[in-house]
């Protein structure tokens, strides 16, 4: 409500003065509002005022000369709804006072039963009255702009498809990405059941009926499925309904929100099916690696047996050549022995699926030291660790990891230079970060990628012995622990091979 001040000016307009002045004098017996008056005796006049005089209410009379009340009322309501109007009529006039209210009139009085009071409650009646249509008017204006703010926004969502729903699941209103998602103009569908977009065997299914009883009873429901297009074509869709209640908690509707995502899922089925062919072809590569690999073992071996059986039983029948042959032929057989075993190695890694275990990261280190003591006495290496965590895996995977990551540290040094060798460790919240510090020759920083691939050598055989496996195993490993594995180094300056090993994601996995 608004606050009536205590002055006011009246516009009255009439054309006959006794009126003007029985109504001034009525005005004036009301000793708490002190009224200001300008009068008119016609229509022309009156309209003027209107513009002038910004009067706070108009008495208006109904039968005036050349245009009557009525059409005065609809000249002023037309350019100024914020001054109450107030209809004077003759007695017995109430068609014309409804006719008055209906064209914006605020109040209506009888000229022939007025009073003071009467007048100043009609007054203020109109004035309160007039503040309140203006303030409706006001913020269904506002309500009308956001409202249709709101249906651009919809409407500018091509990818969606809105639909507003009945409680029985009837389209009340939809966008127009609907229109062009489901083909239908919005006249095919205004009242049509949801279920016009689902499949025959959804619908056999109820399939509709349920999604709307879910979303009812939480709230809402999200699902994948097939829809149908108006011209029968089916596409995959991602929906969502949500039930709309109103304040006391009765189901009022639903609104549908629906997402094509038929070229998702083709992506994702195609990108499945390269993986699954992916993961096919690797598995029967390393089946055939490891079926190779160890059916070659035994022939090899025999090769380099029986040629150190030659050198040693028959070596004093060669000359100098033929020995020199022979030696090559025990030297390459052992090369190939090597790699074979390599690979053998590498190849058994993911076959080895003996769950999740504790490993006890001290006791294999311990393993490392004692599999490679006479290695580390041969160099006078020196080899130091942290206290080691308690890790979930393969221990015996852990401790080949180590092995080759120390081997390689005692292996790449400069010639005469004692290994010193640390394997290091820090919590890092969700993982633990191991570390294994070398002072060898280091690596080119050119090559810090390609040593984790299998085969990769920077030195050859003759230099320092070895087959490009070792690292591709310890890769192997960590990544099938969940970790990752890299190396820092420079030329000369030794390396650091750093390990991010989950603690987390391996105590799911025991869990599981
Ligand atoms: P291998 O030792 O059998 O050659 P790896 O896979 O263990 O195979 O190593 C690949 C290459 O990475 C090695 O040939 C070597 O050049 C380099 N490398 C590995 N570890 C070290 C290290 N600690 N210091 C310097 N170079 C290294």
Same mark, same amino acid.
């Given at each position: 409500?608004?606050?009536?001040?205590?002055?006011?000016?009246?516009?009255?307009?009439?054309?006959?003065?006794?009126?003007?002045?029985?109504?001034?004098?009525?005005?004036?017996?009301?000793?708490?509002?002190?009224?200001?008056?300008?009068?008119?005796?016609?229509?022309?006049?009156?309209?003027?005022?209107?513009?002038?005089?910004?009067?706070?209410?108009?008495?208006?009379?109904?039968?005036?000369?050349?245009?009557?009340?009525?059409?005065?009322?609809?000249?002023?309501?037309?350019?100024?709804?914020?001054?109450?109007?107030?209809?004077?009529?003759?007695?017995?006039?109430?068609?014309?006072?409804?006719?008055?209210?209906?064209?914006?009139?605020?109040?209506?009085?009888?000229?022939?039963?007025?009073?003071?009071?009467?007048?100043?409650?009609?007054?203020?009646?109109?004035?309160?009255?007039?503040?309140?249509?203006?303030?409706?008017?006001?913020?269904?204006?506002?309500?009308?702009?956001?409202?249709?703010?709101?249906?651009?926004?919809?409407?500018?969502?091509?990818?969606?498809?809105?639909?507003?729903?009945?409680?029985?699941?009837?389209?009340?209103?939809?966008? /127009?990405?609907?229109?062009?998602?489901?083909?239908?103009?919005?006249?095919?569908?205004?009242?049509?059941?949801?279920?016009?977009?689902?499949?025959?065997?959804?619908?056999?299914?109820?399939?509709?009926?349920?999604?709307?009883?879910?979303?009812?009873?939480?709230?809402?429901?999200?699902?994948?499925?097939?829809?149908?297009?108006?011209?029968?074509?089916?596409?995959?869709?991602?929906?969502?309904?949500?039930?709309?209640?109103?304040?006391?908690?009765?189901?009022?509707?639903?609104?549908?929100?629906?997402?094509?995502?038929?070229?998702?899922?083709?992506?994702?089925?195609?990108?499945?099916?390269?993986?699954?062919?992916?993961?096919?072809?690797?598995?029967?590569?390393?089946?055939?690696?490891?079926?190779?690999?160890?059916?070659?073992?035994?022939?090899?071996?025999?090769?380099?047996?029986? /040629?150190?059986?030659?050198?040693?039983?028959?070596?004093?029948?060669?000359?100098?050549?033929?020995?020199?042959?022979?030696?090559?032929?025990?030297?390459?057989?052992?090369?190939?022995?090597?790699?074979?075993?390599?690979?053998?190695?590498?190849?058994?890694?993911?076959?080895?699926?003996?769950?999740?275990?504790?490993?006890?990261?001290?006791?294999?280190?311990?393993?490392?030291?004692?599999?490679?003591?006479?290695?580390?006495?041969?160099?006078?290496?020196?080899?130091?660790?942290?206290?080691?965590?308690?890790?979930?895996?393969?221990?015996?995977?852990?401790?080949?990891?180590?092995?080759?990551?120390?081997?390689?540290?005692?292996?790449?040094?400069?010639?005469?230079?004692?290994?010193?060798?640390?394997?290091?460790?820090?919590?890092?919240?969700?993982?633990?970060?191991?570390?294994?510090?070398?002072?060898?020759?280091?690596?080119?920083?050119?090559?810090?990628?390609?040593?984790?691939?299998?085969?990769?050598?920077?030195?050859?055989?003759?230099?320092?012995?070895?087959?490009?496996?070792?690292?591709?195993?310890?890769?192997?490993?960590?990544?099938?622990?969940?970790?990752?594995?890299?190396?820092?180094?420079?030329?000369?300056?030794?390396?650091?091979?750093?390990?991010?090993?989950?603690?987390?994601?391996?105590?799911?996995?025991?869990?599981?």
């Amino acid at each position: 409500m608004t606050q009536i001040p205590a002055s006011l000016t009246i516009l009255i307009i009439d054309d006959n003065p006794d009126d003007r002045d029985h109504y001034v004098r009525l005005l004036k017996k009301n000793p708490d509002m002190v009224f200001c008056y300008h009068e008119a005796s016609e229509s022309k006049a009156g309209l003027d005022l209107v513009e002038d005089k910004h009067p706070d209410c108009i008495l208006l009379d109904y039968s005036l000369p050349g245009l009557n009340g009525l059409d005065v009322l609809k000249q002023i309501k037309a350019v100024r709804t914020d001054i109450p109007v107030i209809l004077l009529t003759g007695q017995g006039s109430e068609a014309i006072a409804v006719q008055a209210i209906k064209l914006g009139a605020d109040d209506y009085l009888s000229k022939s039963s007025m009073t003071t009071e009467g007048l100043c409650h009609a007054i203020h009646m109109a004035m309160q009255y007039n503040y309140l249509q203006n303030k409706i008017m006001e913020q269904t204006q506002l309500l009308l702009t956001k409202e249709r703010r709101y249906q651009q926004l919809i409407d500018g969502v091509h990818d969606y498809a809105f639909c507003w729903l009945d409680r029985e699941g009837r389209i009340e209103s939809w966008n /127009s990405g609907a229109e062009r998602m489901m083909g239908y103009g919005a006249e095919e569908v205004i009242n049509r059941h949801i279920s016009l977009f689902y499949t025959a065997e959804e619908c056999t299914n109820e399939a509709p009926l349920k999604a709307l009883a879910m979303a009812m009873a939480h709230k809402n429901f999200a699902n994948e499925a097939w829809h149908v297009r108006k011209d029968g074509g089916i596409f995959w869709v991602s929906s969502q309904i949500d039930a709309l209640f109103d304040k006391e908690g009765t189901l009022t509707g639903f609104v549908k929100i629906t997402r094509d995502i038929t070229e998702r899922r083709n992506a994702e089925r195609e990108r499945q099916k390269l993986f699954d062919r992916l993961m096919q072809s690797n598995m029967e590569l390393e089946r055939f690696a490891y079926v190779a690999s160890h059916d070659m073992q035994e022939p090899v071996r025999m090769v380099v047996n029986f /040629s150190k059986i030659l050198a040693q039983d028959f070596g004093n029948r060669l000359d100098e050549e033929g020995i020199s042959y022979l030696t090559f032929i025990t030297e390459s057989g052992e090369r190939i022995y090597h790699m074979i075993d390599d690979l053998l190695d590498y190849a058994r890694i993911d076959g080895e699926d003996d769950g999740v275990m504790e490993i006890n990261s001290m006791v294999e280190i311990h393993h490392v030291v004692e599999n490679l003591g006479m290695l580390i006495q041969e160099k006078g290496a020196k080899i130091t660790w942290d206290v080691l965590p308690t890790l979930y895996g393969n221990p015996m995977q852990f401790m080949r990891l180590m092995q080759n990551l120390v081997a390689n540290g005692l292996k790449y040094q400069p010639p005469g230079n004692s290994p010193i060798i640390h394997i290091g460790v820090r919590d890092e919240g969700n993982e633990w970060h191991l570390s294994v510090k070398d002072n060898g020759i280091g690596i080119d920083e050119a090559f810090i990628r390609k040593i984790f691939e299998p085969f990769r050598r920077l030195h050859n055989w003759e230099e320092i012995k070895g087959t490009g496996l070792g690292l591709s195993v310890c890769k192997k490993i960590v990544e099938s622990h969940g970790g990752k594995i890299w190396v820092e180094s420079q030329l000369g300056q030794g390396s650091i091979f750093h390990i991010s090993f989950p603690k987390e994601s391996a105590n799911r996995r025991i869990a599981a």
